[in-house]
């Protein structure tokens, strides 16, 4: 079955540091991978998706395939970056979005 | 363009009683689905609707069921609450394709007492 797993639960960092939040996937195909934030008293928003290789807020991600990972790094944390953060990734063509449980950053100023 | 709409927002009910909730979806978009959000489970994909056929199907009992209307506005409904199915219930609209982004809703909280 298709599984998305973000080890860290909890992750805090200074306002300047450097921010990774892990996101490993099983999945033996090719799936499209997604990041979702969700800051206080907001919607779950779609942060970045691998197939756009972009970069939102100074966040980027790169799809390794070979480790099955997705990890979003950011070089200078800011204290707006407090927030619930999913990984999840839907496949076979799908709309169907399956999730990470979660990690929830913490900037300290 | 107004973002996809969810109503009522809380819920109070009691277990046995059924529940119907609503999505009403983004201009445009052919594409909702409904998750459940609970602290426990996390986020779990429900179903998906597109074009008024179910799409899509999630692992939850027959009590959980939806349809989706000619105008891509869908519900959901749940019968026979049980305690368990307190959650945060939440749509998503999008185009239908996979890569593309789908967008939420605020969520309907659902209390089962």
Redesign the interface.
Known sequence: AQRVTQPEKLLSVFKGAPVELKCNYSYSGSP?LFWYVQYSRQ????LL?H?SRESIKGFTADLNKGETSFHLKKPFAQEEDSAMY?C?L?????????????TRLTINP | KA?VTQTPRYLIKTRGQQVTLSCSPISGHR?V?W?QQTPGQ????LF?Y?SETQ??K?NFPGRFSGRQFSNSRSEMNVSTLELGDSALY?C?S?S????D???????TRLTVL
């Open positions: 499209e919607r779950l928003q779609l998706r197939i999913y999840a839907t496949f076979q063509g799908a709309q169907k979005l399956v999730f990470g449980q979660g | 973002g594409s689905s998750y996390g986020l779990q994909f998906e597109f799409r899509n999630g939440l998503a999008g239908g394709r996979a890569a982004t789908q967008y939420f809703g605020p969520g």
